[in-house]
């Protein structure tokens, strides 16, 4: 009898759904001081044991199929088993985003769920790397992992944090490898703008923009977060408006870095006494035609370019070829480096880690996760998910390749698949 056969039978013979609730409550059953409460817990880890034990008897490999049925729905545990005819392999790592992928903010109160952390842990104590992923700073990070997963599981040795959307890399207990700051390997004069950019972002901003937003605290990404409840109308309005300030102070800045000439000089020399000046509207023309979502923005604001991408200097666009503008709707307004992003920061983890061939889980919501995704597909080195609430282009990816959408806070639904994935290739 094939594996289909058996999972067939063993989700159509036995109350699958009463053992995998047993399962959850007995993993999942908070940490109490009541005598009534932990008899309740042992009743209930007694039933399973006996229920996994009766599976365990009826099958060649029974002690398999208890343990898939006692953790997978039988929708997921065959959506495993195709993954698994199709790739051939196990997942070798994990790398995942954090917000609005492993907690959401509309669903989860912000926090990654008990279920969610629970999987992890499960996860990597079978061996499975873990590998955040996240625009967010490194301090903030390590800060609620350690909270989450624990101080023993954050410094193992396999668990790594890719910060700032692949500016850094954080792998606790691997010595001088411990942390790898990637932007210092870009050429000064990608870092010469950035750091023009850094020192007027709020200085030069609007007196009214300046008190709506702040600057988040990246060692080298410039990101601007509201002074608002994320994904209110408020955060929208003022990062939307933020967003514009933030491209025409690149352009401005590009230009500068390129000519040698300060703002002031560069509008009087090309004679822009009016409106975003040249230097910004080539930044306007250039982003707009790079991404819809921010032409989107910028039509909405009034700041529709004036001028055509073609009309940018070959060594102006050369610059913005190098510079990321990301916009996250009602969230933040950032520039990042194309030198540096997502992938590029996975790889370095991966090496630290020593995984040479890769095949990893991928889940995230935004383009900059895409990023990842699309050089997992185009390598073969791993599969995709996100949430039902991603971005378009991520969700189309996703759809096209395995389908691995899942619902707000349900990141756990996909966890467990790549458990029983996993499960299968030992079997």
Known sequence: MDRYD??????????????????????????????????????????????????SESFAAGETLADIAARATREQTFTA???????????????????????????????????????????HETGLPIIICTGQTLENVKGFMIQGLGTELVHSGSFSIV???????????????????????????????????????????????RRSVH????????????????????????????LVYLVD???????????GISDVGIESRTG?????????????????????????????????PTREVDDIPADVQARFDRIDVAYYHADAAEIGSLDLDKPTGVRGALDVLGIDDPFVLMMGDSKSDLRVMEWAADADAGIAAAPRHASESVLDHVRSTDELVYDPGDAGSVLRIVSVLNRLDEW
């Open 6 to 55: 058996l999972l067939y039978r063993l989700y159509q013979e036995y109350e699958t759904d009463t053992l995998r609730d047993l399962q959850n409550f007995v993993d999942l059953f908070p940490p109490v001081d009541s005598r009534v409460a932990l008899e309740y817990w042992q009743d209930a880890s007694d039933d399973l044991e006996a229920r996994k034990r009766e599976i």
């Open 272 to 304: 822009d006494s009016e409106g975003p000046g040249r230097s910004a509207d080539w930044a306007r023309a250039y982003y707009a035609a790079s991404d819809p979502e921010i032409a989107d923005v910028l039509d909405s604001e009034d700041a529709t």
């Open 163 to 209: 910060y700032e959307a692949g500016t850094g890399v954080f792998t606790p207990g691997h010595g001088s490898d411990t942390k790898r700051l990637l932007y210092e390997t870009l050429e000064e004069e990608v870092r010469e703008v950035f750091s023009l950019v850094r020192s007027r972002v709020l200085t030069a901003a609007p007196e009214e923009l």
């Open 81 to 123: 088993l195709d993954l698994y005819s199709k790739y051939g392999r196990p997942v070798n790592a994990l790398v995942l985003d954090v917000d609005e992928t492993l907690r959401s903010a509309g669903r989860t109160d912000n926090e990654i769920p008990r279920e969610t952390l629970h999987l992890l842990t499960e996860l």
């Open 249 to 259: 102070l690149l352009g401005r800045a590009v230009v500068e870095a390129v000519e």
């Open 215 to 242: 600057l988040q605290g990246n060692e080298f990404n410039v990101t601007l977060k509201p002074n608002f409840d994320v994904g209110s109308d408020a955060a929208e309005a003022v990062i939307d408006e933020g």
